[in-house]
């Protein structure tokens, strides 16, 4: 499969999103024993990225389900676990009286840090990203906390997600030259608000990971074709989904594009994953783009 950078990585240009299995928009859960099974299926695809979080859980008690499913996959796997990137998230928190919170504090994050680590099964997390913005506090001082949990050894490489071109500058300016190895922000035909952000980043060599990249789970994904006829057409002429044009657009759209489509069937991420070596012609990937309503 196509590999792409991921700061100090090289992985597969599509990476599996493992949220679904343990959050999602219809609220339609997998057994633990098939969302591992998709989880595997991605992996003997060929994907070497699984970004996951603490927060991705079908309840606010149930934190850390997400991360416990992909440690479980990765366990039994019969593949070399040491090729494979997990990128995880910290910085929402969940409680019962208020279900999602944010908090960018260095004792919050140290403290989700190490239940993620547990969660994983892991001594060091490959990617850390922080999930979204604390808007009671500095942005930089966020980032310099996450600093301090690499300096201290508990995570390898720094991302963010839900970014602004102004926090994606603030991150690069504190973590120096190189330091920043990732953005994870939505985007798909559906959303592609963050057209900048992803222009940013292929223009300064950070990867950016467009989340919900087909859509998302509460029918947008599986819809896509209907509501984005070129995609569909184009899929036709290569036989190949609608979902597989939407992700090999996406790839076109910058070197350091990796898109992290979720699935919580097998056969969803076997599909998705194909994209990475699906060529489209200048002239189709143009469409799509004005079917989308982007000037690229
Ligand atoms: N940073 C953030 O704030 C944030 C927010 C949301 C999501 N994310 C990340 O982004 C990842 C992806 O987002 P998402 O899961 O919300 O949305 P998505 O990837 O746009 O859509 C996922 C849905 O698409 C379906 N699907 C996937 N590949 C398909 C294919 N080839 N053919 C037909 N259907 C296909 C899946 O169906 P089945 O379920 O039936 O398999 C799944 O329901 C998440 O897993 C998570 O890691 C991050």
């Known amino acids: 499969m196509q590999q792409r950078t991921l700061g100090p990585f090289t992985v597969s240009a599509i990476g599996l999103g493992a949220m679904p299995v343990s959050m999602n928009s219809d609220n339609r859960f997998p057994s633990h024993d098939e969302a591992v099974a998709t989880v595997r299926a991605a992996l003997d695809a060929g994907v070497t990225l699984i970004d996951t979080a603490d927060i991705y859980a079908p309840s606010w008690d149930l934190m850390g389900h997400n991360e416990r499913i992909v440690a479980d996959a990765l366990a039994g796997w019969d593949g070399d676990r040491s090729t494979i990137v997990v990128a995880t998230k910290g910085g929402i928190t969940r409680g019962e009286e208020k279900d999602f919170g944010r908090d960018g504090s260095l004792d919050y994050l140290r403290t989700a840090v190490q239940k993620s680590l547990e969660n994983l099964q892991v001594d060091v997390i490959d990617l850390y990203q922080y999930h979204r913005p604390d808007r009671w506090m500095v942005y930089g001082d966020i980032i310099q906390n996450l600093k301090t949990l690499q300096d201290e050894g508990l995570v390898r490489t720094i991302g963010i997600s839900n970014a ?105 991420i076997t599909d998705s994953a194909k994209a990475a070596d699906l060529e489209l012609s200048s002239d189709e990937l143009a469409r799509c783009s004005a079917a989308v309503g982007l000037e690229v």
């Open 164 to 268: 602004s071109v102004e926090e994606i500058a603030i991150a690069r300016e504190v973590l120096g030259e190189g330091g920043l190895t990732s953005v994870q922000n939505e985007f798909s035909p559906r959303h592609p608000g963050s057209y900048d952000e992803l222009q940013y980043c292929v223009k300064h060599g950070i990867a950016f990971l467009p989340w919900s990249p087909l859509g998302g789970t509460g029918g947008g994904a599986r819809a896509v074709g209907e509501r984005f006829a070129a995609f569909a057409e184009i899929g036709q002429a290569h036989g190949v989904s609608p979902q597989q044009v939407v992700l090999a657009w996406e790839l076109s759209l910058g070197e350091t594009v990796i898109p992290i489509p979720g699935a919580r069937r097998a056969e969803s």
